[in-house]
């Protein structure tokens, strides 16, 4: 079984950056995908980013693709998420999750995905 938490939310000015990270312990290697939601209050979560572990591709949600970017860093077992120049549309709560090959189809479905951190605010004002 995997932990996952994240770290980095709080509250920016509109014209700030994001840098979120997701610290992964225990069974690491049989993860094959990871990814970031974000989820606005009474929206549904969605998919912002996700990563292929074993090859490091992203995939990015149509809404972001260009402004935001995911990484993994394989030594420390973490995924981060940034974005530069931010704007209070970005506000939300987000969340790490990772699954392993067989658990899901897609990576941007959060039913796909099996461990998941207890989520971190980021807002952003204006």
């Known amino acids: 079984q995997e932990q996952v938490a994240e770290s980095g939310g709080g509250s920016v000015q509109a014209g700030g950056s994001l840098r979120l990270s997701c610290a992964a312990s225990?069974?690491?290697?049989?993860?094959?995908?990871r990814g970031w939601f974000r989820q606005a209050p009474g929206k549904e979560r969605e998919g912002v980013a996700a990563?292929?572990?074993?090859?490091?591709?992203?995939y990015y949600a149509d809404s972001v693709k260009g402004r935001f970017t995911i990484a993994q860093d394989n030594a420390k077992n973490t995924l981060s998420l940034q974005r530069n120049s931010l704007i209070p549309a970005y506000s939300y709560m987000y969340y790490c999750?990772?699954?392993?090959?067989?658990?899901?189809?897609?990576?941007?479905?959060?039913?796909?995905?099996?461990?998941w951190g207890p989520g971190t605010q980021f807002t952003v004002s204006s």
């Open positions: 999750a990772a699954r392993d090959l067989w658990y899901g189809t897609t990576w941007y479905k959060p039913a796909d995905y099996l461990y």
């Open positions: 225990g069974y690491t290697y049989s993860i094959y995908w």
């Open positions: 990563l292929y572990t074993r090859n490091n591709r992203p």
